[in-house]
């Protein structure tokens, strides 16, 4: 309960900097399933290939 506090009283004080701590990680789980999803497709078509 106490960090879930801490994150409220965080958001409030400092609404911008919250939020923009939260978008950046958002990208970079956005980032890092985009280049898994590459290395999926580039894996599967080498398979298909040989």
């Known amino acids: 309960m106490?960090?879930?506090k801490a994150l409220w009283r965080e958001e409030k004080e400092?609404?911008?900097k919250f939020?923009?701590?939260y978008a950046e990680k958002a990208m970079?789980?956005?980032h890092w399933f985009?280049?898994?999803d590459v290395a999926l497709?580039?894996?599967l078509s080498e398979e298909v290939i040989t």
Do not use: V
């Open 2 to 4: 106490e960090a879930f």
């Open 14 to 16: 400092n609404p911008e």
């Open 19 to 21: 939020w923009n701590y």
């Open 28 to 30: 970079e789980g956005i």
């Open 34 to 36: 985009r280049k898994w």
């Open 41 to 43: 497709i580039i894996s």
